[in-house]
């Protein structure tokens, strides 16, 4: 029994740990991330194996098996394309096919994860922890690479205006503390709670003002506006923290003052977004969409409804926006290098151009069901997920993260999709949980 049990506590150990290092992968880079997916599915499936596929599926599970699946038909339709007219064929024989079918491991990641957490292998604390001390140290190289010129890695900024911390030419590190900072503010709370309490009170303003000037220094502009919209949504809807909004409030505004007027740097980086948010609402406003001064956003984003309208319902396939935005109707060939790029700068636009209506509306019902089964249920009707707390950062995350009305990477790439599947998969994981206890008691 005895053996059973250690045999029980190191299968959790193992899995937990595999999990808790999906942030330190992020900053690794993309093969480390793929790497820790594919470990992660094929460990559970070997350690598993039958139980795993027992697994019972639910509806909003058949939504992601006919969202995959019809990426795959979209796929084909594209490459036959390809193949008939004579385009790129010689050059990425079956491309679409092909990168279609490797994006079928976030499929298989999304079962994984719900399993395990359905199943309470996970432990989420390791998690927590991890998501904090990577934040942690992703601000503190920030702050060593604005003081010294250059990170600890020897990374030196590429941009005069936006620093990359350990992500070196990669100008993500804002957006990095925006995704896994939100968890160090439930870390004591939920897991600590009787150790640590008496100094979380301490704690909160330092963490806070840590990474708003992590984000900062960064130059992400819009994570920054985020990660202040997911907190503040927290504190509305979760009335523990309630008590926090006038504080909050007063300390973001002395950190913006101060910050703003002392550092030349990030005052010339928010005025030139601001100017840039000006022009582009005067421009929205007036419906002057190829004016000539129009920031290069907002010029990518009007490439979109003529390239939707190549492959309206079905979609030019998963990263071909940037074949299909060079040969769409009523192109300017004397500006095509300036309106097409490798993918729309928004989730929405880029889901409609490359999976066409079809799997838009697919995907939508799958996000509205997300927020049903944990936003839903755990603020606006009684369930037991009402006093699981645990679940709060990833909900708010989530919302954050497909809400609409924001620049973003493309959503096929490996650290958005791996991000989204991750904040999807736990959601859900939790939820069912929940659901199983609900149905015992």
């Avoid at 923290?241 to 002395?254: D, E, G, H, P």
Wanted: hydrophobic letters at 50%; proline letters at 3%.
């Amino acid at each position: 029994m005895l053996a059973f049990l250690n045999l029980n506590k190191i299968k959790s150990n193992y899995f937990s740990i595999l999990l808790a290092i999906f942030p330190i992968s992020f900053i690794a880079g993309n093969m480390i991330i793929n790497i820790n997916i594919i470990l992660l599915i094929l460990s559970t499936i070997f350690v598993f194996g039958k139980d795993f596929l027992k697994l019972k599926y639910h509806f909003l599970d058949k939504l992601f098996f006919l969202f995959f699946f019809f990426i795959i038909f979209t796929a084909i339709i594209n490459d036959y394309h390809f193949y008939k007219e004579n385009l790129y064929w010689k050059e990425i024989p079956l491309g679409t096919i092909i990168k279609s079918t490797l994006f079928l491991k976030y499929l298989f990641l999304y079962l994984t994860l719900r399993f395990l957490i359905e199943r309470d292998i996970l432990r989420l604390d390791l998690f927590f922890i991890f998501c904090t001390l990577a934040s942690l140290f992703v601000c503190f190289d920030l702050f060593y690479q604005s003081h010294y010129g250059k990170d600890i890695f020897g990374f030196k900024p590429t941009l005069p205006r936006r620093l990359g911390g350990p992500f070196g030419d990669e100008l993500i590190a804002g957006g990095f503390i925006q995704r896994f900072s939100l968890f160090s503010f439930f870390l004591i709370p939920i897991f600590f709670r009787e150790k640590l309490d008496k100094i979380f009170k301490y704690l909160l303003p330092l963490l806070f003002i840590i990474f708003l000037l992590g984000i900062f220094l960064s130059g992400n502009r819009m994570p920054m506006l985020i990660f202040v919209f997911s907190i503040f949504l927290i504190i509305i809807f979760h009335k523990q923290t309630r008590k926090y909004l006038l504080s909050f409030v007063v300390l973001f505004s002395i950190i913006f003052y101060f910050v703003f007027n002392y550092n030349y740097v990030v005052k010339s980086n928010f005025t030139v977004f601001y100017n840039q948010v000006y022009k582009m609402t005067n421009l929205i406003i007036n419906k002057d969409f190829n004016n000539k001064r129009a920031p290069g956003y907002l010029r990518e984003f009007t490439t979109f409804y003529d390239t939707w309208l190549i492959n309206k319902y079905v979609g030019g396939g998963i990263k071909n926006f940037r074949y299909y935005c060079h040969v769409r109707p009523n192109i300017k060939k004397d500006t095509q290098k300036i309106t097409c790029n490798m993918h729309p700068h928004n989730y929405y636009l880029e889901i409609l151009t490359e999976t066409g209506l079809i799997g838009f509306i697919i995907l939508m019902i799958i996000f509205f069901q997300v927020i049903f089964l944990t936003f839903w249920k755990k603020y606006l009707t009684k369930s037991s997920l009402q006093s699981n707390n645990m679940i709060i950062p990833f909900i708010f995350l989530f919302i954050a993260e497909i809400f609409p009305l924001k620049s973003t990477g493309s959503f096929f790439t490996t650290g958005n999709a791996t991000y989204i599947f991750l904040l999807i998969s736990i959601l859900i994981g939790i939820s069912r949980r929940e659901i199983l206890i609900e149905n015992e008691t």
